[in-house]
């Protein structure tokens, strides 16, 4: 088994089986060919077991799966946006197993952050796929110490150039303090015209059943959500970054045409594009 299943790794690891399922549908909305080699060679039990049958027999596995795709596309489109738009470098915030830089043609230079056991795992797994952006660099760094944004520049990212930057499936795991902290790092390495997107819980998480068997599921497994947004165009005004666009995960699977009603309410989720 590898070093990933121990900790807060193991959920990179249940977001890469989601996106491996829907890639084997033929109505799928992403493609992601190496979340299922990724998914096995983690040796973690009963994840690649997972298909489609098994995520909509159990509720809150059909609202992991949904929420995980709905966002992967919805980033997927405002990545490729970001890029058309003049951003040449894309960085992937607590990467995981995101595989973007081997299934999305780009010019720009891909940067993958993530801590060490991550990498560790992944990189020998990826080591002779295609990359299809112009090239992609792994910084191990914990996004919780501010000498991460030292990482990425020894790196080679240049922050008078503009950035796409990518938050996915991490905001909630952090403190509102240390978004607060990632927020005004990532500020100081963004020139104008970069791009900002992200996923969030949003002040509606804990609404129903399924939020709160989920909040369980993962508070048992040692690591637990945080923190949630109530405003992103507040927060992130704060940070000098002007939304584009600020919606639910459901409202993005509802134009995917794969929600069929949006609930009323305090959102759930939020997936946020923003600019400056
Ligand atoms: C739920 S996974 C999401 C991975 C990926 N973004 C995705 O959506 O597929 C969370 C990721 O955050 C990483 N992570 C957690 N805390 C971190 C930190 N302090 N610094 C850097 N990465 C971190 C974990 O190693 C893991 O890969």
Known sequence: MSGVANNIGATAVAVSQMRAVESARPDRLINDPLAAELVAASGIEGVSSVNLATVEAVPMLSRIYAAVVHRTRFLDDHVIDAVKSG???????ASGLDSRAFRLESD??????????????????VAE????????????????DPSWTTALTTAGFDPSEPTAWIAEGILMYLTDAQNDGLMSEIAGLSATGSHLMFVANGPGWLADEHS???????????????????DPKAWLSRFGWTVCEAVTLEEVGYRLGRVETVSDGPAKSWAVCARR
């Open 87 to 93: 951003c040449t470098q894309v960085v992937i915030l």
């Open 108 to 125: 720009a230079r891909f940067f993958e952050i993530d801590l060490a056991n991550l990498f560790e795992f992944k990189e020998p797994v």
């Open 129 to 144: 796929k295609p990359v299809m952006a112009a090239s992609r660099t792994v910084i191990t760094a914990d996004l919780t």
């Open 212 to 230: 709160k068997q989920l909040k369980q599921a993962v508070d048992s497994a040692g690591y637990g959500f945080q923190s949630h947004l109530d």
